[in-house]
């Protein structure tokens, strides 16, 4: 039976099920990878147990915090990492309270290059990018924390080569923590997304320039990782619309179409893209840009993000325009947010002021299910 407008609001297409090559989804809601700023010591700590699994469905897909590759990746207190055995280890009954409930988890594997401070970065040094331009973006990710970059250092054409290594090495972490894969942080402005953009990339090397280069350090972390792993665990988020962390292209959809179809020369499972309306990390934007030439460019699952409510992700899934659909304030607000769009209950309310405390539970597992008991 096909799918006709009238019926679609009764066999919601978000809730169908889906063959995500060797992972059988129950259905289309994906949790979307966000920042919770409580892994104090950048180590992940037992509260994630509850607030994953929370949020946590037989056959549901979690894409879990942006987590550090290495000691020059992290950009903000209390992000967990993924480059020590003790961060490894402090994963691991988080992972498992994901899969004791059913649930299939990706790591989010980050380096914010120079969204960063000496003060994260060892030995008090500047952090590292493609260029020693610093971000002249006046606030944090909060929109309103005052925010002063310092100047990175520009990395040397050898030194990239050991960054990708870092990668690689973060994806096997990953996979002896017990994930289920790894989803490479290409996004948002960071240290993958400073190389691929123009307005950040400045570089004179095989690094920077022409399309071609700018995306050869996103590609060779792609293969590295994909190369460890298996190309079946492994997807990326993208963004090449937006330009939060003073990152932005002059051309985004060119960058985004050459992206889609190089990553289809390594097979990996995703692609996650951050829909053109969020320009700007916060609020939506009226946009004539769509990810439907990316979308139909890559062989993998496509995934979107950015600004859906029920009706949209909907609409997307049935329209063909995605595969899945990522929900970040939704589902932070709705641990139960699959079984709310399944019964186009009403939702919780989220509340910005407690996204990025570093409460335990206040605004992180607090929020309340329709049925307290579920
Ligand atoms: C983001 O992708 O916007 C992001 C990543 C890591 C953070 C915060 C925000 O710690």
Known sequence: MTISEENMDFIPALLAPYKMSNFSLSHRIVLAPMSRLRSYNFLAQPHAILYYSQRTTQGGFLI???SGVSETAQG???TPGIWTQQQVEAWKPIVD???KKGGIFFCQLWHAGRASDNCFQPDGQPPISCTDKPIQAKT????VTEASFPAPRRLTTHEITQVVNDFRKAARNAMQAGFDGVEIHGANGYLIDQFLKDQVNDRTDEYGGSLENRCRFPLQVVEAVADEIGADRVGIRLSPFADYNDCADSNPEALGLYMAQSLNKYGILYCHMIEPRMITQFESQKTKNSLLPMRKAFKGTFIVAGGYNREEGNEVVAKGGADLVAFGRLFLANPDLPRRFELNAVLNKYDRNTFYTQNPVVGY??????DPTP
């Open 64 to 66: 879990g915090e942006a």
């Open 76 to 78: 903000y207190l209390n």
């Open 97 to 99: 309270a994901v899969h």
């Open 140 to 143: 944090h990710i909060d929109g």
């Open 365 to 370: 597992t607090d929020y309340p299910f329709l």
